[in-house]
């Protein structure tokens, strides 16, 4: 059974950091490429970005371009986001996802699965 665990949200004001991290199981966490996505309430879950299998392809969403950082450790089964120079506008739950292959497909979530159940991130002003 895969399962997929978020961490490292919180509170923290504008300008600051947060680093998130993805730990999944269940499966062969190399194979697969990784996605990170955020919904905010009343709002649809959006794409923040996306790192292949070797973690040397990356890919982010225009909002959060030179901010954010994805990564990955293939040998701890883990993936990272480092959130920096918050806005309050990044308030949001934060989720991770396995993709269906070794390559990053678009921010359709339905190109995604194997969704965790997500992590908090609160950027007050």
Excluded at 113 to 118: H, K, S
């Amino acid at each position: 059974q895969v399962q997929v665990v978020e961490s490292g949200g919180g509170l923290v004001q504008a300008g600051g950091s947060l680093r998130l991290s993805c730990t999944a199981s269940g499966l062969t966490f190399p194979d697969y490429a990784m996605g990170w996505f955020r919904q905010a309430p009343g709002k649809e879950r959006e794409g923040v970005s996306c790192i292949n299998w070797k973690g040397d392809y990356t890919v982010y969403a225009d909002s959060v371009k030179g901010r954010f950082t994805i990564s990955r450790d293939n040998a701890k089964d883990t993936l990272y986001l480092q959130l920096n120079s918050l806005k309050p506008e990044d308030t949001a739950m934060y989720y991770c996802a396995t993709s269906f292959g070794a390559l990053c497909p678009d921010f359709s979530p339905p190109h995604y699965r194997n969704w965790g159940q997500g992590t908090q991130v609160t950027v007050s002003s």
